[in-house]
């Protein structure tokens, strides 16, 4: 069973920058592809970054591409995703995740079995 554990978010003003971790325990993390997705009060979880088990690729939600840069560290077992030019809607609680199954590529939630607590992030205008 794998655990993941999000830290790094908190209360910022817009235009400012965050940087979260992840840090994933119980699997062998570096042959998985590490997606993180957040939800804001009231809407569904939305997917916001991906990067693939080889780290070569990377994808973003359009609404953060440009600003948000995701990367990962297999050496550590961990993952980041920096967030730049932060907005009021960017405010949510963000989760890392693992997939169903290793060498996965997707960009949708249900697709990801194993998910982390999740960290808040606020943005306040």
């Known amino acids: 069973q794998v655990q993941l554990v999000e830290s790094g978010g908190g209360s910022v003003q817009a235009g400012d920058s965050l940087r979260l971790s992840c840090a994933a325990s119980?699997?062998?993390?570096?042959?998985?592809?590490l997606g993180w997705f957040r939800q804001a009060p009231g809407k569904e979880r939305e997917f916001v970054a991906g990067?693939?088990?080889?780290?070569?690729?990377?994808y973003y939600a359009d609404s953060v591409k440009g600003r948000f840069t995701i990367s990962r560290d297999d050496s550590k077992n961990t993952g980041s995703l920096q967030m730049n030019s932060l907005k009021p809607e960017d405010t949510a609680v963000y989760y890392c995740?693992?997939?169903?199954?290793?060498?996965?590529?997707?960009?949708?939630?249900?697709?990801?079995?194993?998910w982390g607590q999740g960290t808040q992030v606020t943005v306040s205008s």
């Open positions: 995740a693992l997939p169903k199954s290793p060498f996965m590529d997707s960009k949708f939630a249900s697709d990801f079995s194993s």
């Open positions: 119980g699997r062998t993390f570096s042959i998985y592809t």
């Open positions: 990067i693939n088990w080889s780290g070569r690729g990377t």
